[in-house]
């Protein structure tokens, strides 16, 4: 039988915050042999946490999807002293003979010495967009998504068949005590573009806000790709990278993009994201009040269409839940989101949340052909989004969750989520 009803205090690692759910999926699933396993909950350097995930669905677009994911964490030091490692990687197929593939997440090494953030992602693929701003100057009846994907058709959406390639990478060297700095290299690519609405021959000329845009700058749109260097700092006070009980993440980049580094056109950006978490009791430090804002802005130069900044662009496509990711797009976008999180069930196997959002772009004022779109300042337009969650905790020690989250936006938006992990 499992021994443990309620949440341990682990006096033997500090960092850690001191505490370690009692209960997760797999020993209640074990029943009588738990016991025989090592329960204990106490990180060790080296061991694996993992966990597989099939995932499945259908969307006018992509026909019926199906794969897997993978999620993983490890301490590659001594846990008192470091951070936990974690990567998310997936593989999607489609009946339309479309891939999505990809691998992301944070490296901590010895003693958090350096922190390591990878984003990687291939894409053949076809993806809905919905012009520029986060106003109703393009009327979008809005509809169900499984986390970035819509699941059924959008009147007013324009869809873009392509091929995707990204390489982000950057690499953090700590300073001091939580503050790191270092630099990054940045590649978005997207190739063999077919606007499947635009019709240049039509008696009456079908005209999509991608053609639109890059043709008024100049920016060949049947394929582009973008490329610079960063400088970051980021200041890191977390606790757990996965799941976070304490602490603060805020990072600052600057990215150059030249066409130097074999970038379509040349272009300066600056990203900001902070995390901010406050446990609200010292004996069950999993009722967290969480703070979540990403704010990204084109500074100078000409961006191609797709490499605007947009909602729900953060590394797992979730920031802003409720709306699609891409829905607002434009020079400028902020979202900034709260969440409260708390456990249901003493022993912590079952956990929920309860989240809201508000998400704003701009737009600068476009003519091209018979296409006029007047200007649009940030926060002159805001989207708010909210909604409830269920956690359930497949490895206490790793604090692994299996998240399902249900969100809302205006306009019958609505959002369904199911990842390991927290959001945020």
């Known amino acids: 039988m499992i021994q443990h009803t309620t949440a341990q205090v682990n006096h033997t690692q500090p960092r850690i915050i001191n505490y370690i759910d009692s209960v997760d999926l797999p020993q209640i699933i074990r029943g009588k042999k738990a016991g025989k396993k090592n329960t204990s909950g106490i990180p060790q350097k080296g061991k694996l946490m993992y966990f597989l995930v099939p995932t499945v669905g259908s969307n006018p677009l992509m026909g019926f999807f199906y794969g897997v994911g993978f999620t993983g964490a490890m301490y590659l030091g001594n846990p008192e002293t470091t951070n936990v490692s974690n990567l998310s990687s997936s593989i999607s197929l489609t009946t339309k003979n479309q891939v999505i593939a990809n691998v992301r997440g944070t490296i901590m090494t010895n003693e958090n010495k350096w922190e390591m953030l990878l984003d990687l992602k291939y894409a053949k693929f076809t993806e809905n967009t919905y012009g520029l ?227 704003t772009t701009s737009r600068e004022s476009l003519t091209i052909f018979d296409i006029q779109q007047p200007q649009l300042k940030l926060f002159e337009a805001t989207r708010p989004a909210g909604g409830i969650g269920a956690r359930v905790m497949l490895n206490k020690t790793g604090r692994l969750n299996l998240a399902v989250d249900m969100a809302f936006g205006q306009e019958g938006a609505r959002g369904f989520y199911f990842a390991v992990g927290e959001t945020f």
Do not use: C
């Open 133 to 359: 701003g986060s106003d109703n100057e393009q009327p979008i009846r809005h509809g169900w998504n499984i986390g970035e994907f819509p699941i059924e058709g959008i009147e007013g959406s324009q869809p873009l068949e392509f091929n995707q390639w990204r390489f982000h990478y950057t690499a953090l060297r700590q300073i001091k005590k939580n503050i790191y700095g270092g630099l990054g290299y940045h590649l978005d690519s997207h190739k063999n573009i077919h606007d499947v609405l635009l019709d240049l021959e039509a008696e009456s000329p079908v005209i999509t806000s991608h053609y639109a845009y890059n043709t008024l700058k100049g920016i060949d749109p049947t394929g582009y790709s973008t490329s610079g260097v960063s400088a970051n700092f980021v200041f890191d006070s977390r606790d757990h990278t996965v799941n976070t009980y304490r602490g603060n993440f805020i990072q600052v980049s600057y990215r150059i993009n030249s066409k130097f580094l074999a970038s379509a056109t040349t272009f300066d950006q600056l990203y900001l994201e902070t995390r901010l978490f406050k446990s609200l009791s010292k004996e069950r430090p999993r009722h967290i009040l969480g703070f979540w804002g990403i704010g990204h802005f084109i500074f100078s130069g000409e961006v191609p269409y797709m490499h605007l900044p947009f909602n729900a662009s953060d590394m797992r496509n979730r920031i802003g839940r409720g709306y699609v990711a891409g829905r607002f797009r434009g020079q400028r976008w902020v979202t900034a989101e709260t969440e409260y999180r708390f456990p249901i069930t003493r022993n912590g196997l079952l956990g929920g949340v309860v989240f809201g959002s508000v998400t």
